[in-house]
């Protein structure tokens, strides 16, 4: 048995970190004290950087060649073995790579439409910080909180939303526990928490829009909608790239709310029948409740492919998408 | 709830012409609008009130599914209860709600966030001057690596993580819950850097030909005067750490570590084959949510600038 | 300059806040274990209510000790208080609900900070000692005069893998009955006796079939035998499913499908092939969807999201299946359905059949002092724990003479247990399927008892996909 651990955890961790920049390889630059200052004002960093976010990027690189299990911690290394099982024979990786990429599809189109909606109206009507900051308020909430208001809110038999729909005489609906719903809804769910967020970031992008340009398109007896169409969307596409990124790249990574929020009880999460098992809960799941630390490996190593497939393409559309006010 | 739906004229809608009455047609786009805007505000917040009328009522009115819109029977009783605040007798009515120790997880998450934000940022900082303001050789390679840890998932270093906490027997401890968030983040750097490269060289220059290192000038020039935008991270990381909820889940399994936001998961799990106890579930919700939103309404103008700023850089 | 002050002190007491916790949160040995001893440092007032504050130092061994049921914990306290007086050695129990129970456990083996013995279950031994986590106890067995004989027959061989070591020795057991809401009964004018001596088949229900069709209650208060019964609009069930299926339907389908023919595995325990290909197992699955379409049995969805014994305790299903570990939650005081039990109904085979199950304690490869955790382990699965627990009457324990004295606990309580015990006697049990791969085989299966008995697919195509898939993981 281990002895009780050290009380700072940095100090284990400066310990654990075998490299330190050698000095006397970087010459100081001229006029400037060059890396033997730099060093001090980097070390905690660089100490982060490598022990939680390089090392760990490669070894979980290894891991996915190798059968790794967390309880027994050992394995060995098994060559293609996992990304076989994965491709050849595992529907349920499919099955979770479909799921997810339905659940982003979705939330991609519902918070970008809510969110220009809302940009647009602020910009037009209101400048007030209480209107902005109500919006961001879902934002700042937990994923978990969130998850559990609308577990409660959207329940199938006592669910306020139900009794709402009932008076319309409509229901009741099963949002969580019904397979075609439940994917929707947990996308709708994301959307109500990033919509004032997301807005907020169009509103940023309106913000710098010369209003002249709108002046001038009223002289010229344009409509609404028309300067919507020519001047608003064309100079507002750097921004709309930039929030396309950040809720394509999020939305891949959902997890929390499905944790919580689906299975019903003691069923597993990602339920009903798979039908909202995302691809972060598979590998959560495969890591942590099947044992299989390898797999779960190689799994994510295919999802940091697809998201560099993903942000490289939108790279492009981010440049294709540079819009100059001239 | 009544709301004036009287906006007053912005004066954003109507162009030079300078008219003193909007065309019907605005008019009713404007009270669209208008209605829009009122109903995602109300959208917002309703999912809150709700929690607090459930809160303030007991199961058994919950489950005879009373809809009315003001809790059916009000009493904190739900809220004394997660907060421990009842006596032996009174809570044995409560069996079967399972072991929520909401002061424990509370105490949890404010130890972990605080510690977090701390140490995150001043490590960050001065990562963030080095790049900022000094020359070393491979600098930009360095921040380039740095950035790249951005578009890393965090389920890929997850597994491999675990590993190392569990290597360096941290497992269930509260450093362990921190450690991997303790020293840096790539976003951390970045936003101070931005901000770091903005400020007027002059001043700075000026105390180093004084003699000043750049250890003093770090602390008593740039500190100072990047004073908003580093509160601004502050406060930024320290939604982000309470937020946190898939490292912690997998890192502490041990309830004496675990904080609000596991707890508050495992607390729907309690029994199988029941339903959760949800008003004390709705209850703890919203005292789980309550730091935030007194941290919100204190720097909430900040906030919503700071998230405005990413947008157009 | 102030600022500077004031950044110092407040990293001299984030420092302070950091060291203070990581003493004070625990590792995995806990020889001075202060739980619940706060520090200085973010003091919240309240905390666990762990009686482990008083534990003298150094006085023998302390052996920590988890279990997941609540309703049972007060009892094995009083057992521990028992044991600690004549042997000296500290008992510290630690209880988790069921929803976090494993994966706790789990990260505790990973971490080096498991429990020394622990309650486990036989759904998840055998891949616990696949990874090599549990201590073998039959060393421990031989030096001493436990007699694996003296519990009801069988349930001390299910811990024993095919290589001959044992991992628990066992401490209660488990049998599955109808629930009865004996108001809803009344109402139609059902009594328990016509409960307890109804047949049952897959094709048309058999006497249980009717038997649930006339508990069933519809918006307009027409009962399920009546042609006008309105599916759609039911506001009271026949019959409750418990939770959901899950491969091997403890609670739910396996008295039913076994009571047809159908055997889980071609052995038991450690079989290397499942029959999810039965065509007796497709027909009791597809008469449990059949029914659930005609408005007789809760509806899947509503079970995830309430729980069936919710469903239950709220009128909704006027009878269910359910665990005898459940008994007390479901007669207890508070609740607003009088309850009564009755055996499953007799299958095709002319049996009523239940599900046999029991919990044992194992102990872990890292317990510190095996000798005291065996001690332990001996003492919970002996008579002496054994009569506490029947005198409490929170489970049937495993050896006969104390689920005796739980039997006469309950009865003095005015409840009929016999319904449960029923099957012991008759011998008409049948053992829990134990499995190398559960956690696998429950992933693969789970899903798509959730798909068939939401009516997407039928239980043959459903249950058939996949049970090569299934019996390639036993094999291999």
Same mark, same amino acid.
């Given at each position: 048995m281990s002895s009780t651990a050290p009380p700072a955890s940095e100090e284990a961790a400066i310990a654990a970190n075998p490299q330190k920049p050698k000095q006397s390889l970087f010459r100081a630059t001229q006029g400037d004290a060059g890396w033997r200052v730099a060093f001090w004002f980097l070390l905690p960093s660089l100490i982060g950087f490598l022990t939680f976010f390089l090392i760990p990027g490669l070894r979980g690189l290894y891991i996915a060649f190798t059968d790794w @299990?967390?309880?027994? @911690?050992s394995g060995s290394f098994i060559g293609l073995d996992n990304f076989e099982r994965l491709l050849n024979d595992d529907p349920q990786f499919w099955n979770s790579m479909r799921v997810t990429a339905w659940y982003v599809f979705l939330n991609i189109v519902s918070q970008t439409i809510l969110s220009v909606t809302i940009a647009v109206m602020m910009d037009r009507l209101t400048n007030s910080i209480f209107v902005r900051g109500v919006m961001l308020l879902p934002y700042l909430m937990p994923n978990v909180i969130v998850a559990l208001l609308w577990l409660w809110m959207l329940d199938g038999n006592l669910g306020v939303v139900n009794d709402f729909l009932g008076f319309f005489g409509i229901g009741p609906v099963n949002f969580f526990t019904d397979t075609t719903n439940v994917i929707p809804t947990i996308a709708g769910i994301n959307t109500w928490r990033h919509m004032g967020y997301t807005a907020l970031l169009i509103f940023a992008g309106l913000q710098t829009i010369p209003k002249g340009l709108y002046e001038a398109g009223a002289l010229d007896g344009s409509t609404e909608a028309q300067m919507f169409r020519s001047i608003t969307i064309p100079l507002l596409r750097p921004v709309l790239a930039l929030v396309l990124v950040l809720t394509i790249v999020g939305s891949f990574q959902v997890f929390d709310t499905v944790q919580v929020a689906t299975g019903g009880l003691s069923g597993q999460p990602g339920g009903p029948a798979n039908a909202s098992r995302v691809i972060y809960l598979y590998i959560f799941q495969n890591a /942590? @409740? /099947? @044992?299989d630390m390898g797999y779960a490996a190689a799994i994510s190593v295919v999802l940091v492919i697809l998201l560099l497939v993903v942000t490289v393409i939108q790279m492009r559309l981010l440049r294709a998408g540079e819009s100059d006010l001239a | 709830m009544s709301t004036d739906t009287t906006p007053k004229a912005a004066g954003k809608l109507e162009g030079a012409a300078g008219d003193d009455s909007p065309a019907p047609a605005a008019r009713v786009g404007r009270v669209a609008a208008w209605t829009f805007l009122i109903f995602i505000i109300v959208i917002s917040i309703f999912p809150f009130y709700w929690a607090l009328r459930t809160g303030l009522s007991n199961n058994g009115v919950l489950l005879s599914g009373d809809g009315s819109f003001l809790p059916p029977d009000a009493s904190l009783i739900n809220f004394q209860r997660v907060l421990g605040l009842l006596s032996a007798e009174e809570a044995a009515e409560f069996r079967g709600t399972g072991s929520f120790d909401f002061g424990r997880a509370l105490r949890n998450s404010i130890i972990i966030a605080t510690c977090v934000t701390f140490f995150q940022v001043a490590f960050s900082a001065m990562a963030a001057y080095a790049f900022a303001r000094l020359k070393f050789t491979g600098r930009d390679k360095l921040f380039n690596l740095y950035l790249a840890g951005l578009m890393v998932p965090p389920i890929f270093v997850l597994i491999p993580n675990v590993i190392l906490i569990r290597d360096l027997n941290l497992l269930n401890t509260l450093p362990g819950v921190m450690a991997p968030f303790l020293l840096m983040t790539p976003f951390a750097v970045f936003f101070l850097r931005q901000f770091f490269l903005g400020i007027n060289r002059s001043i700075e220059e000026a105390a180093l030909l004084d003699g000043a290192g750049h250890g003093r000038t770090f602390f008593e020039i740039i500190l100072p005067m990047a004073a908003p935008q580093i509160t601004t991270l502050a406060v930024l990381t320290y939604v982000q750490s309470w937020n946190e909820y898939l490292w912690p889940l997998v890192v502490a399994g041990d309830p004496e570590v675990q904080p609000l936001t596991v707890a508050l998961g495992v607390f729907t799990t309690q029994q199988p084959g029941t339903s959760p106890d949800w008003s004390a579930l709705m209850a703890a919700t919203l005292l789980a949510a309550l730091p935030v939103l007194i941290l919100f309404a204190f720097t909430a103008r900040r906030l919503v600038d700071s998230i405005q700023f990413s947008g157009i850089k | 300059m102030n600022r500077m002050k004031y950044l110092r002190l407040l990293a001299v007491l984030a420092v302070l806040a950091m060291l203070a916790t990581a003493c004070n949160s625990r590792t995995g040995d806990d020889a001075d274990e202060a739980d619940g001893e706060d520090t200085a440092a973010a003091d919240s007032g309240d905390d666990a209510e762990d009686d482990g504050g008083d534990a003298p130092a150094g006085d023998g061994a302390t052996i920590e000790y988890w279990l997941w049921d609540a309703n049972q914990q007060p009892f094995y306290e009083e057992c521990a208080t028992a044991f600690t007086d004549e042997t000296g050695i500290n008992i510290e129990i630690s209880q988790f609900g069921w929803g976090d129970y494993w994966t706790n456990l789990t990260t505790s083996f990973a971490s080096d900070t498991a429990p020394d013995v622990f309650t486990n279950h036989l759904a998840r031994y055998p891949e616990q000692v696949e990874s090599g986590v549990l201590l073998p106890l039959n060393d421990f067995i031989d030096g001493s005069?436990?007699?694996? !004989?003296?519990? +009801?027959?069988g349930l001390a061989e299910l811990w024993v893998v095919p290589e001959g070591d044992r991992f628990g020795l066992p401490k209660d057991f488990d049998t599955v009955a109808l629930v009865l809401n004996t108001d809803a009964l009344e109402e139609a004018g059902l009594s328990t006796e016509d409960a307890a001596n109804l047949d049952w088949n897959p094709d048309d229900g058999g006497s249980f079939g009717e038997f649930i069709a006339q508990l069933s209650v519809d918006g307009n208060g027409n009962?399920? %035998?009546?042609?006008? /019964?309105?599916p759609s609009n039911v506001t009271q069930y026949g019959f409750g499913i418990e939770g959901p299926f899950g491969a +091997?339907?403890?609670?739910? +389908?396996s008295g039913f499908a076994v009571s047809n023919g159908y055997q889980a595995l071609n052995e038991n325990p450690f079989g290397d092939q499942a029959n999810f290909d039965s065509p007796e197992l497709h027909a009791t699955i597809q008469w449990f969807a059949d029914n659930i379409e005609a408005g007789f049995i809760t509806p899947i969805e509503d079970v995830e999201s309430l729980g069936g014994t919710t469903l239950f305790q709220n009128g909704t299903a006027a009878t269910m299946t359910n665990g005898s570990w459940m008994i007390n939650t479901l %007669?207890?005081? !508070?609740? !607003?359905v009088p309850v009564e039990f009755a055996p499953l109904p007799e299958g095709p085979t002319g049996e009523s059949r239940s599900m046999f199950n029991g919990l044992a304690d194992s102990i872990t490869q890292s317990a510190e002092d095996p000798e005291a955790a065996w001690q332990w382990v001996e003492y919970l699965a002996s008579t002496a724990c054994q009569d506490v627990i029947g005198e409490a009457a929170v489970v049937f324990p495993a050896i006969p003479s104390s689920a005796e004295i739980a039997q006469n606990a309950h009865e003095s309580n005015g409840v009929d247990v016999s319904a449960f015990t029923s099957y012991v006697e008759n011998d008409t049990t049948f053992l829990f399927p134990i499995t190398d791969s559960a956690s696998q085989i429950e992933d693969i299966v789970g899903p798509v008892m959730q798909q068939i008995l939401r009516g997407e697919v039928s239980a043959a195509d459903g249950l058939g996909g996949v049970a090569d898939q299934v019996n390639s993981i036993l094999g291999s």
């Open positions: @299990n967390l309880i027994a @911690n /942590f @409740n /099947f @044992n | - | 005069d436990v007699d694996t !004989e003296q519990y +009801f027959a009962t399920g %035998t009546s042609p006008d /019964f309105d +091997f339907g403890q609670t739910t +389908f %007669t207890g005081d !508070e609740t !607003e």
